[in-house]
Nanobody
Framework: QVQLVESGGGLGQAGGSLRLSCAASGSIFSDNVMAWYRQGPGKQRELVARIDDRSNKNYAASVKGRFTISRDSAKNTVYLQMTSLKAEDTAVYYC???????????WGQGTQVTVSS
């Protein structure tokens, strides 16, 4: 059984930084896409950033240049380094992994990020 466990959320200040981590445990194919989504108050869940097994990266326009996604495939872990935080970054952040060959889709439980202005 695959589990994704996020950590690193909490309270940050506007202009500051936070780093999120997500570790996948269980049997998971290495050919996968790892991503971070977020859902702000009263908003729909949106893609923040994703990284494939070749480290190709995509970012939402709202975070490009401020957030950096990275992965350690040996540890089945994905990171999100968030800098220049803004109040509008306040959301629950979810880790997501999709296996490319099987299309199996896994979600973490979410971690709250609150940015104070």
């Amino acid at each position: 059984q695959v589990q994704l466990v996020e950590s690193g959320g909490g309270l940050g200040q506007a202009g500051g930084s936070l780093r999120l981590s997500c570790a996948a445990s269980g049997s998971i194919f290495s050919d996968n896409v790892m991503a971070w989504y977020r859902q702000g108050p009263g908003k729909q869940r949106e893609l923040v950033a994703r990284i494939d097994d070749r480290s190709n990266k995509n970012y939402a326009a709202s975070v490009k240049g401020r957030f950096t996604i990275s992965r350690d495939s040996a540890k089945n872990t994905v990171y999100l380094q968030m800098t220049s935080l803004k109040a509008e970054d306040t959301a629950v952040y979810y880790c997501n992994v999709v296996e490319i060959k099987t299309a199996r889709n896994y979600w973490g439980q979410g971690t709250q990020v609150t940015v104070s202005s």
